[in-house]
């Protein structure tokens, strides 16, 4: 029988793995669906008409001057709240540094694989639950997102506070001016994430330049960041080509804005299904920074489409070497199987 203390000890243990649930259920209401907004605030502007005239000026300034501030810095005070921690310890989250990052360099973080929805993303940069800050101090990282992120309601501002930027190549280009800077990019977004499967790392990469070529416009060190276990956090069913659900899938990727895999988790509360994230370690490596000469003219024409040509695969290169180097050394009753570059 088990003594009162350990009943105790068991109990705080239960208590602080249902927060942990539900800080993951609030991540994935603010940072990854954020479309609920949008019914809050119709719903209460149909109640008062002060908010409805509040909220039209809002909208305006949000879908348009307001975006700027997705572009530009700002101060990052919720990157530090004591719940990422909490998220983070969920996947036994863990940050490796290979190299120092010089903070009066600039840097293009390109991350793999992006799994269902990046959360190594999240954890490792767009907070400091894996202690980002102490592991690379005056280097200032920027996860980069999609521009629509920032036009939800109420949200962006959240997400902002945060440090999370727009992926758009002006936005971009405007945070590399500053050294210290680094911004975050998974380039197989949303395309390899229908390509996520347990037991597997597929990577989008040799048709994605854009990453390479934002290095060289700018002269940015190039990053190879590999995120193992990403793939791992949701089981996910890949229908087969020509079946109904196949069907139903490209309908609606033609319907709904961005691609969507088909997949589950976690339940908020006890034991089921549910769309949180499966408690399964995250280990995210930062590998050594490419250096990059920025380049001399104009940022086209064959010598250039060389030079990004050249520069991915150096990248590429590099995060193969670094993905084998480390997946033989991490969580040993876990197998990571190799980066297959898929596209």
């Known amino acids: 029988m088990l003594s009162p203390l350990h009943l105790s000890a068991l109990s705080r243990a239960d208590s602080r793995e249902q927060l942990q649930r539900l800080i993951c259920f609030w991540f994935g209401l603010t940072v990854i669906g954020q479309l609920w907004t949008w019914p809050l605030a119709l719903l209460l502007a149909m109640h008062s008409a002060v908010f409805a005239g509040l909220l039209a000026l809002y909208v305006a300034y949000i879908w348009g001057p307001g975006l700027k501030a997705a572009e530009e810095e700002g101060p990052t005070p919720l990157r530090r709240l004591g719940m990422w921690r909490l998220m983070a310890e969920r996947f036994s989250s863990r940050l490796v540094k290979t190299a120092d990052l010089d903070p009066r360099q600039r840097y293009v973080f390109a991350c793999y694989p992006h799994g269902i929805s990046a959360i190594s993303g999240w954890l490792m940069f767009g907070t400091d639950g894996a202690n980002f800050s102490g592991l690379f101090p005056g280097v200032r990282p920027w996860p980069c997102t999609l521009e629509s992120n920032f036009r939800a309601p ?108 088909l997949f589950w988790g976690d339940a908020v509360f006890g034991d089921g299904w549910g769309l949180l994230p499966l408690a399964r370690p995250l280990t995210t490596v930062v590998g050594a920074p490419i250096p990059v000469a920025p380049w001399e003219g104009a940022p086209e024409g064959p010598d250039f489409d060389a030079a990004v040509q050249q520069l991915q695969a150096d990248y590429e290169a590099a995060l193969t070497d670094l993905w084998n180097t480390w997946r033989g050394k991490l969580d040993a009753d876990r197998a990571h199987g190799e980066l297959q570059i898929v596209g």
């Open 154 to 261: 109420f949200i962006r501002e959240y997400c902002l506070l945060h440090g999370l930027r727009s992926c758009a190549r002006r936005a971009v280009r405007r945070l590399l001016r500053r050294p210290g800077n680094a911004v975050v990019l998974f380039p197989g977004g949303a395309t390899e994430a229908l390509e996520t499967a347990e037991g597997e790392n597929r990577a989008i990469l040799r048709r994605r330049k854009g990453f390479a070529r934002l290095a060289l416009e700018t002269g940015a060190s190039l990053v190879p960041v590999a995120c193992f276990g990403e793939t791992d956090l949701f089981h996910v069913y890949r229908p087969a080509p020509g079946s109904l659900a196949a069907r139903f899938q490209s309908v609606s990727h033609r319907v709904l804005p961005g691609r969507q895999p």
